[in-house]
């Protein structure tokens, strides 16, 4: 299992491979809205703005290139959301997937559930590399025959073909929700799956579409009560009646769904007393969570805000085990971010397989990765000026202020309009995705 | 030009808050870090507080007209206007601004600008392009028969570069002092017209809401005038269709969807 290096060597992150547009003028539709790897990693998949889902897929490692890992290469594109119109509310309704999650595999096809604001689908995905030839009463080119014109009989064989991968809807999971959907989350016992939108969370059982359990509900009677929204939500790893979820007000509250039908009360409340000294106006907006995200092996959980990652064991609410701080030199700078909107971007954030290493993204195409053992962090930039296959990418630093060194950038020459908002880590190896405005960049460990 | 000058005034800003708000009593003679053209000494918390407030009234209230709000944005900027407020009404602030009768007849006090509730094409360049969300238009409004009553407007080719200036203008407290604080006196008015809970009140009763959102915005055109747009009005979609969800939730879409009915 690849850690992030074992007996102190520092993993070394190569360019691999890029996706996308290469010009800057990025089209709306091309905008990457989410990442995610299946749960072998053969499969990556993507989702943008303009309701696409691309699936790479990594080809057989070559026994003669074994300096590198497979290649991603385009698996099956499919559009899996339309725009729509809400006729009761005069508003369209957006075809932007917001979220991917993988259904583990059981046959030769490929599940996956993908959302967008209102409707969650279920997603096959299948090959075929073979056809049937030989009917007795069509034609090869699918023209009936004359039965009168049959004199012998065949039994029809299967051919190789070409690969064709289709990609079809086999569930529709609608009009459950009144609020826009922020998180998807699949269940370990492979049958069930959490929805939540900004006040509601819904379990839906994978083959029925009809109807869903609503099992938090945190709209308040009167509306001008509302102070506090849901961002994510997750269910546990190992044990299926468990699941988080976060608010905006920094908060994260593990749920039982053995304790009662409505989880309107928390098992858990995992919640950080606010540091006095860093109080400002801007405290309450950069405290909501924008992503959460159980560890692999279900003992942790992370938590991104936007200044830090949080680590929080479990079994200790009052504050989380770690704290990172992914972009501190961006806190005297919250009224800018404030004004050109930054601040309510939301990050995501992923652990690696072995839970040893966390990566998140930032401004200016960097992306962060904290080492949990050694607690050492690395800055890294996703760039096309570094796009040679197994160019070791040079670690990036930021200069708050003060004199700048050679190398450095300060924090007024950041681009604030690329950021890395989605990340992801493969299970098992040292490879991860990670997506600018409208590139998808796959960076590898070096492989000597 | 501007745009550097903007930035120029955002560095200024980030100056204020990051030291403003480390010291709570704060002495405005003292010296700050590189000096800029123009600019004499520190503007007071209390400034700073109210430059903050004006800007997150400004966004609550731009809404994006195509696409659903985002609420969580909208609340977490409606609890920021709520601290804030609560601030100042314990500091006395909150009374010492006198109530100014403006003047205004009622024409201009019903204009409601929903300014910027357009599509984004129409929308300022710059700094307010983006699709913010309008807090009000999310909510379920249980008493609606008043959102006949709602006013509306159409932008006019001048507004939106006169937001664009007096954007510019709130981010330079400086020198447009006197626009400030008339800006601000007016919303203070509206504001101290209600109860204390009066944030409350932008989520509430939609008149209400939008008549705050009228006077703010209003302050913000620098009383341009406005003619009549329609407002749009959101109410919850169809009920799951589904027999476990929970009744109480079947209730209230059931509530609105009358309500809807008894409306048209």
């Keep these: ?448 | 030009m501007e745009e550097e000058e903007g930035l120029h005034q955002l560095q200024l800003l980030d100056t204020m808050f990051v030291r403003g708000l480390k010291r709570k009593c704060f002495d405005g003679e003292e010296d700050i870090e590189g000096t800029l053209a123009g600019f004499k000494a520190l503007p007071s918390y209390n400034l700073q507080r109210q430059s903050l407030l004006d800007m997150y009234l400004v966004k609550l209230q731009l809404c994006h007209m195509l696409v659903e709000p985002n609420l969580c944005r909208s609340v977490l900027i409606a609890n920021t206007v709520r601290q804030i407020q609560e601030e100042m009404t314990q500091d006395g602030t909150w009374q010492m601004i006198s109530t100014q009768s403006t003047g205004q007849t009622s024409l201009d006090r019903l204009v409601s600008t929903d300014i910027l509730c357009r599509s984004s094409k129409e929308q300022v360049e710059g700094k307010l392009v983006q699709g913010y969300s309008s807090f009000p238009k999310d909510f379920e409004d249980t008493q609606s028969q008043e959102s006949s009553e709602i006013l509306s407007t159409v932008t006019s080719g001048q507004a939106p570069r006169s937001l664009q200036s007096n954007m510019w203008e709130i981010e330079n407290p400086q020198e447009n002092r006197g626009n400030f604080q008339k800006s601000l006196d007016q919303i203070f008015e509206t504001l101290e017209n209600k109860t204390p809970d009066s944030v409350e009140d932008l989520f509430s009763e939609v008149d209400n809401s939008y008549y705050d959102l009228d006077t703010v915005l209003t302050v913000m055109m620098g009383n341009t005038k406005m003619g009549h747009c329609d407002v749009l009005e959101t109410f919850p979609s169809q009920a799951p269709t589904n027999s476990n969800s929970n009744c109480k939730s079947d209730l209230n879409e059931l509530d609105h969807i009358v309500e809807i009915l008894v409306e048209s």
């Design chain 1, 1 to 448: 299992m690849a850690g992030a290096g074992g007996g102190g060597n520092d993993i070394q992150w190569c360019f691999s491979q890029v996706k996308g547009a290469v010009d800057d003028d990025v089209a709306e539709a091309d905008i990457i809205s989410t990442v995610e790897f299946n749960h072998s990693g053969e499969l990556l998949a993507t989702g943008d703005k303009g309701g696409r889902v691309v699936i790479f897929q990594q080809e057989q490692e070559n026994k003669t290139k074994s300096h590198s890992r497979g290649e991603y290469n385009v698996y099956s594109t499919f559009q899996s959301h339309e725009p729509e119109f809400d006729y009761l509310k005069s508003l369209e309704i957006e075809e932007k997937i917001n979220k991917i999650r993988w259904l583990p595999q059981k046959n030769a096809a490929q599940f996956l559930l993908s959302t967008n604001d209102k409707t969650i689908k279920l997603w096959k995905i299948s090959e075929r590399d073979k056809r049937p030839e030989g009917y007795n009463l069509k034609e090869e080119d699918g023209r009936y025959r004359d039965p009168t014109t049959v004199t012998t009989l065949r039994v029809p064989v299967f051919r190789p073909m070409d690969l064709m991968v289709e990609a079809s809807p086999r569930r529709i999971f609608a009009n459950a929700h009144t609020y826009h959907i922020n998180s998807i989350s699949i269940n370990s016992d492979y049958e069930t799956y959490l929805s939540a939108d900004d006040l509601r969370i819904n379990l839906w059982h994978l083959e029925i579409t009809d109807r869903s359990f609503n099992i938090v509900d945190i709209k308040p009677a009167n509306m001008e009560e509302l102070t506090e929204v849901i961002t994510a939500t997750e269910f546990h790893p190992n044990s299926c009646s468990t699941f988080v979820y976060s608010s905006s007000k920094g908060t994260i509250r593990l749920c039982d769904m053995r304790a009662s039908a409505l989880c309107d009360r928390h098992s858990k409340l995992f919640e950080e007393p606010e540091d006095p000294s860093n109080r400002s106006f801007f405290s309450e907006i950069i405290s909501s969570i924008s992503d959460v995200k159980f560890s692999h092996s279900g003992r942790y959980m992370m938590t991104r805000d936007y200044l830090s990652v949080k680590i929080w064991d479990l079994n200790m609410e009052n504050r989380p085990v770690e704290t990172y701080q992914v972009h501190e030199y961006l806190r005297s700078k919250l009224c800018s971010l404030y004004e050109n909107d930054c601040i309510f971007d939301k990050f995501e954030c992923c652990w690696n397989g072995s839970d040893s290493v966390v990566m998140t993204g930032s401004y200016n195409n960097f992306f962060r990765m904290f080492d949990r053992n050694t607690k050492r962090d690395i800055t890294l930039e996703a760039s096309r000026e570094n796009n040679k296959p197994r160019t070791v990418l040079k670690p990036r630093k930021v200069c708050a202020s003060g004199k700048r060194k050679k190398d450095e950038i300060s924090v007024d020459s950041l681009d604030f309009n690329k950021k890395i908002l989605h990340t992801a880590w493969h299970p098992k190896e040292n490879i991860i995705a990670v997506a600018t405005t409208n590139n998808l960049y796959i960076f590898q460990d070096k492989v000597n």
